[in-house]
């Protein structure tokens, strides 16, 4: 976990740090998620769906410039201060492209977060540097889960049988948004259409007895993750079964998530749990999950990772087995992991031989 230093300045210290190991000037820096990264969470974009800012940020050795628009400038300066934080703004008019861009960039050799005419790609060694949060991130973080657990359980103990996945997704987003957060993924399906996609975007098919809420939350550039299941009447005694298996993959994938564990290890462990439960071939379905800080995953791990865990980051791992989920943010701690996303009430299924608890399908009769 990063600590110390004012945030804004260990970051550019990074990245000076970053651009020095790969040979190069400079780093340009045009991911939204970056942008919020290195400037203690500021909003650079209008299109919530867009993965490129309004605004880009340029650090050399010795300075920070900001290039953005006549449009966007008054508000980056005034709302999200980054004036005051140092940076040296080039303000383009919006109708004309903006030739500081090219001026500044011309003679320097280039890394960049995404694509970039002649520039190296750093995108995944900046994403890791993402991963590596401070002390004030994580309590951001804290935050962020807490309000994000609420708005999860208002919306699903308001759903009811009749309503269609975007009314469901509707109430989902306004109990996000309405506490500050903004709902930048929210998947929902019911009954069948649970067991036939990983990643429903809500339709107009109406709730009969089964629903499935997925939300990923921004507030200040990070992105906590979780899902909630709902059944109105008896589960049947196939999604229970299910939901206890995908559970204890859950827990034993949290539980193996350690300071100095690598997550292709945790993975290779994960894919044993999956055998060891009755369901050998369900991860191959979806992916696991990973580290987040400012995307809802800054990669996703594989048998291949060689990533190690370090304590300070946080991690939103997904199981699935078709029908069912476990997904909940977790934050990992010296001496312990603390599961950010957790709603108090919920109900709970415990795993033998362990103290770790993992969400169990709210049954509503």
């Not at 605004?55 to 508000?75: C, M």
């Not at 009811?160 to 929902?188: S, W």
């Not at 603390?338 to 362990?354: C, F, H, N, Q």
Request: hydrophobic residues 40%; negative net charge.
């Amino acid at each position: 976990m990063v600590t110390g230093m004012n945030e804004v300045t260990q970051k550019l210290s990074l990245l000076r740090s970053l651009a020095h190991s790969h040979g190069v000037d400079a780093l340009l820096l045009q991911r939204v998620s970056s942008l919020a990264w290195a400037t203690d969470g500021a909003a650079a974009y209008v299109n919530t769906a867009s993965s490129n800012g309004e605004a880009s940020l340029l650090v050399t050795p010795d300075r920070q410039i900001l290039f953005t628009n006549n449009i966007e400038a008054p508000r980056l300066e005034k709302d999200e201060g980054l004036l005051a934080q140092g940076w040296d703004f080039r303000v383009a008019a919006w109708f004309e492209t903006n030739a500081a861009v090219q001026e500044l960039t011309h003679s320097l050799k280039l890394g960049t977060d995404t694509l970039f005419p002649g520039a190296l790609d750093l995108s995944g060694e900046i994403a890791r540097l993402r991963t590596d949060l401070t002390a004030a991130e994580g309590e951001r973080f804290r935050t962020l889960g807490k309000l994000c657990a609420q708005a999860m359980d208002s919306a699903a103990r308001s759903v009811h049988p009749g309503q269609t996945e975007f009314e469901m997704a509707a109430l989902l987003m306004a109990e996000t948004q309405k506490r500050g957060v903004q709902p930048i993924v929210c998947l929902i399906a019911t009954d069948e259409r649970i067991f036939n996609f990983r990643h429903p975007l809500p339709t107009a098919k109406k709730l009969d007895r089964y629903g499935m809420l997925i939300l990923c939350g921004r507030q200040r550039g990070l992105v906590c993750s979780i899902t909630r299941l709902v059944h109105f009447g008896h589960i049947p005694e196939e999604i229970q079964h299910k939901a206890q298996a995908v559970a204890q993959i859950d827990a034993a994938m949290i539980a193996a998530t350690r300071p100095g564990q690598s997550l292709g290890k945790i993975f290779l462990q994960t894919e044993e749990e999956y055998a060891r439960v009755g369901y050998p071939g369900e991860w191959r379905l979806h992916h696991q999950g990973g580290p987040a800080a400012y995307e809802p995953r800054e990669y996703v791990a594989t048998p291949d990772s060689n990533e190690i865990v370090k304590a300070g980051q946080v991690y939103a791992w997904n199981p699935s087995i078709t029908g069912t989920k476990s997904e909940d943010t977790i934050l990992v701690g010296a001496s312990g992991n603390e599961v950010l996303t957790a709603i108090p009430g919920w109900p709970i299924i415990k795993m033998d031989g362990s103290s770790l608890e993992r969400p169990a399908i709210l049954e509503i009769d």
